[in-house]
Each structure stands twice: as C-alpha cells, then as structure tokens.
C-alpha cells in the first residue's frame, strides 16, 4: 500500500500493516525528523525489518539530503533477508514511481570468503586462510613483480577490477552476496572489491555489526561514511555485549610464545631486508617521520593497516622517534612481550586499573603511552614494508600490539586483570593477561556523535531505560510496542514448582537438589506427551545442561521421554549442533517429534528460529545469570555502579532476563505461529523478574498462568494445544490490520485534530489500535 504517515508518502509492499507497525513508523520518523536517534523495541514475528525498510528509504525518497541507511546485522542469513525484503520492496515501488523510478543501489558486505569466486583461494577453510590467500594474490609488490616476470601468480578478478577503474560500477539494484558471486564471476570482476568500491554510491549498505563498532574494521571499511547516514542496529539486545568484546583483548601464554617466534621471524625478515634493499625501510622510516594520514596514502590505504583505537587527532600525529626504525620496534617488541610474560607469572589474581599497569610497563620497557598507541599501526606498516601476506602466521604478534594500543589509548573504562588458572578449574595452571573493556559506551560513543540518527532497535530491549544509561547517549524516541493479536496465540507460563508441590529453581542453593532435577525432568517428560512436533528446552549454562542430562539419564527419565520425542543437544562444537539442528527439523518433518536441548546465550539462542511445527513450546529452565564469579564480570558491575549508578543487582537481572526473553522468543517468528512459552523457576514469580520481560510477552501472562505447578501446567497446555488446532477465523484475523482506507483515515484524523490545534497540518501522534 501506498500511504501518508504524518506528511510523508510511504511505500509498504503488503495490503495491510499491522497497528503496530504503523506506531514504530511514527516513532522511527519522529527520531528521522530531530536528526536524533531512538531506541525501539517490536515483538518478534510483527515485520520490523520490512517496517524499517519502508520508512527509511520512503524518507530518503522525499529528503534527497539524508543519506545511507547503514543496516548493520549479526549474521549472513539475517545479511541476505534483509536484502531480500529490499528487493521486493523496490520492485513494488517502482510500480507507483513511473517509467523511469529513481534509481537505487543497495548492497551486502561482507568478509572474503563469502564473496571470494577465486576458484583456489575461495576453497579455502577458515576466514582468515582466505584472507592470507587473497593478499598473496592481490598484494601491491606481488603484482609489482608480476608485471617482471611472468611466473608470479596474481589474481585475475582482481587484476580485472583495477583495469577497469572507475568503470568497475554496479548496474542500479539490490544485490545480495550472491547477486554479487554471479555479477563478478559474469563480469570477471572481484566481487569483495566491488563491493568495498560501490559502497560510496550505495543508497543502501547492509553488513556485520563489526564493521561499525570494531575500530579495527570500522576504519578500513566505514571512514568514508557521510555524517548524514542513517544507521540501524538490528536485534541489538546484546549490542553492550558485542562493543564490550571488540574493546577487549585477552593474551595467554601459548599466544606470547607465539608472539616471541613472530618477532624472531620479523627480525629475519628485516635483516634480509637490510642485505638486500636497505632503500625499502629508509623509505619507510621518512615516511613516519610525517603524521599518519600522510603515511596511510603513501602505502595506499591497504586494509590492514588500519589502526584499531586512534582518535583522529592522535592519528595526525608523528610517529613517535623511538619506534620509527625497524629493528628499535622490535627490540621494544622483544621487550614489551618478556615484561607481559613476567606479570603473567603470578601466583594470585591480579586486578588493577589500565594506569597503573601502564606505569609498570613504562619502568620496565622505557616507553611512554604514546609509544604504546601507536604499536598496532606501526607493526602494521612494518609488515607491509616487508612484503608479508600471510598476516594469519602473525596473527599473535598481532594481539600484543592491539593490548599495546588499547592500553596506550584508554585511561579509564578498561581493566587488566591476571589470572593464574581457571577459577572452575583450579588445579589446571593456564594463566591469561585480560585487558577487559568495561564501557560500552566507548565504542558506541564515535558512532553517536558522527551520524545523525542511529537506530537501536530488537524485540528484547526491556527494559529501556538501561540502555541510554549503559550506552551513554540520549534518545529523542523511546518506546516498546506491543503485539495485536486476534487470538490467544502466545501462551507464556510460570512454573514455580513441580508435581511434587516443591519449587523448582536453578538458585545456587537448590540447582543441583535431587527432587528439583526429577521434577525439573517430569516436566519434559509431561510435556512431550502434550506437545505436537519440537520441542526446545533451554539450559542456564553447558556445564548445568551435562550435568541435568546425565542425571536424567541415570534415572531413567531420557528413556522416557525417548518413548514420545527423538532428543537432540546443542555442543560447543559448532558442525555437530548443525547436524544436531538438521535431524531435528527432519524428526519434526517427518511427524516423530523431536526435543532439542539449548543453552541460553548459545549460537541456539541467539540465531535459529524455531518457528511452525519446529518450536510449539520452549522451556527456560532457570533464570540465565552470568557466572557471577568472574572477575571481569566484577569489575564491569564495579565501574557501573561507580560511573553509570546502575545497581548491581539490577544490571545482572536486566541481562539475565532479556536473555531468557531471547530464548523463549524463538518459537515466535510470526502472527500465524503460535507457541508455549514456560518460564520454569520461582524466581519469575516475583515482580523484580517478570516486570523486565518484554511487554509483549507480559500484557500475554495471565493471572492464572502464574504459579503453576507441573499438573497444573498440563492442564493449560492441553487446552492451548487443543485451541490452537481449531480453524482460525479469517474475519476476526483481518481485524487486527489496518487497511490503506484505515490508515488515510487515521491520518485524515490526525490531520484535523493540529489544524484544530493551530498546529497547521504537523504531526500530532496518537494511539494506533
């Protein structure tokens, strides 16, 4: 439908739209209008992405001066749906823009071997031996010597798109990486490379998170990004989580044995260097004699030089004198690594502040922190000059230099904390050096300030307020929107004890008690009777989900529930819980029923639908907290409740919550689904627990459906089933739509009420449903 929405013509490629999604419209707009940037949570199964996707192009349609939409993604299936959703999108508005639409191009990035066609290199296993693969082949001095003799091998679809210059465009259109593969292998063009090139023509890009938050990629790729983009962060419920891990470096003692071996070998290397042509490295000592931006041009700009932390004004500064010559920045290397491994062995846990331990390295290593900021670019300009292309061999080296950097960089925020051994392990010596970030805020905080309306948004954000305090930003919208249904098809339930009458929990106390396991393994049992086709339990942690099966299966309660459902379990090994999940769809399809046992914040939890016949209940058992011994944990609660006041206790509720949420979302990916959702442990009786949970899902909990036990869960799963089963009523569903005439009207009304107003004709929003 074709449609105004607060004075802004909106093209949405269905008849209908749900109330709730035309509110996110308005809400989005809203944020669009400031040049502000909003935080937005949509249930699942509602079509936020084709919402934001109508709006966002709609508005970039009608204000020619807004630039990119930025889509940032977790993964390469969500990548390619978005994309998808994009080209339909497009197709059904050019219908309504005439013969001759606006042209648009919109396009997918991402790493080398998802878009690599080389017929070798693309072969290749891992991403960083494409990566090693690719450089060996495309290298500036590779093909320098390639033009010498004959014999070098170079990469032709490479070779191809430089000789095509600035003709090397994309037609206008939506392109997946797919689209991409077939367009370079027809044009003989690298389609990585392309696509990197056509992304300063692009209306819109869709890619990883990384490549926004990580400063290591967000300088390669994402520098050249106009201030007046629009970026929109989708399922960004654990987007502190994702700027927290790319700010953090942790190095243990086989990686500083590898960093040592590294640094032999780049001392080989620049010794070969100086016997054969001493030219290349004065060349390259002149050329950090001036600031770094000269620099980057001078050594074209080639990926891996980027440097991962380096505020723009510290990049425009020299080359600090006593790392500029090779063979000093090895020696500081050489240094800097031995003084690593010394604080390494410790006998007990060290936890102190980045300054601190910058002092120790500064008495020890004779560098200041200027020094330090600039290891990870001055390493990256050593092994260009040396020609290495397998970066993947140097890998550990690597790390050292982005800890230097990180540490050289930060004066607060971080912490470096050593620990001899595993805490749960504590008879295994396995020392690890951990330079934790602990504000999220600093990798979110360049991302704010440089484009005008970033959008975070997912279907498990509650509880808002959290955010803009974690985050450190200040949205001009804010809202959670709720689901309209037309039947009861969501069924969230709370368990709080078993057939026993006693409570069932996961509480430290409790967890492992005999009676809380039995009853914990009756309720699937009981439930596997009920329950057609899948049926997904998550677990609190692996080690808690081992330790309940195997008990379980002693027993006698895994032969049990095997007499009703096939049981398959997601591991730490990510091909297994890929074949693990296959058989499992395949048992659904089939009509045998299946059980899959998941862990909450597992790859499970986080990226695989369970939508239809393949999720008609989920079970949380327990409340998923983070291990809360963890000294990184710790000290990240610490500077919370020190600089953002947030309560320790409420911080690790909101996460363990919006975590459970995320779970039992899984098996909801649409109106038309429906499912069970069992939030098994007392705990989510109380207010401080359930109140964090979605709106969603709470304005769906009934009063009834709190404090059940397993016999009287049974009886409610029945009569959910048995419902579910009737024919749906089409005439009552349409009423949960709106139609184009009832979106005119509702903007008609709008319209009347600010003339009424004296607003002359401006927004005036209102309730939708």
Not at 722 to 731: C, E, G, L, W
């Amino acid at each position: 439908m074709k449609f105004i929405l607060d004075g802004l013509t909106v093209y949405f490629p269905y008849e209908f739209i749900y109330p709730e999604q035309y509110r996110y419209m308005l809400e989005l707009k809203r944020a669009l209008d400031a040049h502000g940037h909003c935080l937005l949570e949509m249930p699942t199964g509602t079509g936020k992405t084709i919402t934001l996707l109508s709006l966002i192009t709609s508005y970039q349609l009608a204000h020619p001066e807004v630039g990119k939409l930025v889509y940032c993604t977790r993964t390469v299936p969500e990548m390619e749906k978005v994309l998808a959703e994009l080209q339909e999108l497009i197709e059904y508005r050019n219908k309504y823009l005439g013969p001759n639409p606006p042209p648009i191009m919109a396009l997918g990035l991402s790493s080398r071997k998802n878009l690599c066609i080389h017929p070798q290199v693309a072969e290749e296993g891992s991403r960083e031996s494409v990566d090693a693969g690719c450089r060996r082949l495309t290298a500036s001095w590779v093909r320098e010597a390639a033009l010498k003799s004959p014999d070098i091998e170079t990469c032709s679809f490479f070779d191809a798109h430089e000789k095509a210059g600035q003709e090397a465009l994309l037609p206008p259109g939506v392109y997946t990486l797919h689209d991409l593969r077939v367009f370079g292998r027809k044009q003989g063009w690298c389609p990585y490379f392309l696509a990197r090139h056509m992304m300063s023509f692009a209306n819109v890009v869709v890619y990883n998170y990384q490549y926004m938050i990580d400063p290591k990629v967000s300088q390669m790729v994402s520098r050249e990004l106009e201030k007046e983009c629009v970026v929109v962060f989708d399922e960004a419920h654990n987007i502190d989580n994702v700027c927290i891990e790319a700010l953090s470096v942790s190095l243990r003692q086989q990686t500083l044995n590898a960093a040592r071996r590294n640094i032999t070998k780049l001392e080989g290397e620049v010794r070969k260097a100086q016997a054969a042509n001493r030219a290349r490295l004065d060349e390259e000592y002149r050329r950090l004699v001036g600031n770094l931006v000269e620099a980057q041009q001078l050594r074209g700009g080639e990926e891996w030089l980027a440097n991962p932390a380096l505020p723009e004004d510290i990049v425009r500064e020299s080359m600090p004198g006593n790392i500029r010559r090779a063979e000093h920045f090895i020696g500081f290397l050489r240094r800097f690594v031995a003084h690593l491994y010394e604080r390494m062995r410790t006998p007990a846990v060290v936890a102190e502040g980045p300054a601190s331990f910058l002092g120790g390295v500064q008495a020890a290593v004779a560098v200041d922190a200027k020094t330090l900021r600039f290891c990870y670019d001055r390493l990256s300009s050593l092994m260009k000059t040396l020609e290495i292309t397998n970066t993947d061999d140097f890998g550990a080296i690597q790390m050292v230099a982005d800890f230097g950097t990180l540490l050289g960089t930060y004066s607060h925020g971080f912490a470096v904390i050593i620990e001899p051994y595993d805490e749960r392990l504590p008879h295994i010596p396995d020392p690890v050096l951990q330079l934790s970030c602990l504000d999220a805020s600093l990798a979110m905080r360049p991302v704010f300030s440089r484009f005008q309306s970033v959008v975070i948004t997912s279907g498990t954000l509650s509880p808002l307020n959290l955010y803009p305090r974690i985050l450190d930003f200040h949205p001009v919208s804010i809202a959670s929107l709720n689901m309209t249904l037309t039947r009861d098809c969501l069924c969230p339930v709370v368990l709080t004890r078993g057939t026993d009458q006693v409570s069932v929990s996961t509480r430290y106390e409790q967890r492992l008690d005999e009676g809380n396991l039995r009853n914990y393994g009756r309720l699937v049992v009981e439930l596997a009777t009920a329950v057609p086709d899948g049926l997904v339990v998550f677990f609190v942690s692996y080690s808690y989900m081992d330790y309940v099966i195997a008990r379980w299966h002693e027993d006698g309660i895994l032969a049990d529930l095997m007499e009703h459902k096939l049981i398959f379990i997601e591991t730490q090994d990510v091909m297994e819980t890929t074949l693990a999940l296959d058989n499992f769809r395949r048992a659904c399809d089939a009509g045998r029923g299946a059980v899959f046992f998941s862990v909450a914040r597992g790859k499970v939890a986080e990226g695989i639908d369970f939508d239809r016949h393949y999720g008609r209940a989920v079970v949380m058992i327990g409340v998923p907290y983070q291990y809360t011994l963890s000294r990184v944990l710790r000290a990240r609660l610490d500077y919370l409740r020190e600089t953002f006041q947030i309560k320790e206790s409420d911080y690790l509720a909101f996460d363990a919550i919006r975590q459970a949420a995320q779970c039992v979302g899984r098996v909801i990916r649409s109106k038309a689904d429906y499912g069970l959702m069992v939030f098994a442990d007392r705990r989510y009786q109380r207010h401080d627990k359930r109140d964090k949970l979605p709106k969603w899902i709470t304005s769906n909990l009934k009063e009834a459906h709190m404090n059940l036990s397993t016999d009287m869960l049974m009886v409610v799963t029945r009569e959910f089933m048995r419902s579910m089963a009737q024919p749906v009523d089409r005439a009552a569903a349409g009423k949960g739509l709106l139609s184009q005439e009832a979106v005119n009207a509702i903007w008609e009304q709008q319209r009347q009420q600010a003339k009424q107003a004296g607003l002359g004709g401006g927004s005036v929003p209102m309730e939708v449903g």
